[in-house]
């Protein structure tokens, strides 16, 4: 089974810039889309970032233009570079398959927008 290891999160002020990290236990990265989802407390789990396994990306319209993934195929690693973070991008993050059936989801990182 895959695990996928979420890291980079942490807390910092509004304006301020997170990147984030998402490592896979096998050489599957290149075979898939992949995405990062976000999810806060009391809201489902959303799509906020997408990259295909040619490069191409797309965003939520509310990082759009904040916000960049990227991959690494021979690192088994996606990114997200986060920033202008704004309070309202508080949540744990994900990453996993854009399709399903998705891998095992790990436990994600956590990112606290607060002044």
């Known amino acids: 089974q895959v695990q996928l290891v979420e890291s980079g999160g942490g807390l910092v002020q509004p304006g301020g810039s997170l990147r984030l990290s998402c490592a896979a236990s096998?050489?599957?990265?290149?075979?898939?889309?992949w995405a990062w989802y976000r999810q806060s407390p009391g809201k489902q789990r959303e799509l906020v970032a997408r990259i295909t396994r040619g490069g191409n990306t797309n965003y939520a319209d509310s990082v759009k233009g904040r916000f960049t993934t990227s991959r690494d195929n021979a690192k088994n690693t996606v990114y997200l570079q986060m920033n202008s973070l704004k309070t309202e991008d508080t949540a744990v993050y994900y990453c996993?398959?854009?399709?399903?059936?998705?891998?095992?989801w790990g436990q994600g990182t956590q990112v606290t927008v607060s002044s």
């Open positions: 996993n398959k854009v399709i399903p059936p998705y891998e095992a």
């Open positions: 096998r050489n599957i990265f290149r075979l898939y889309d």
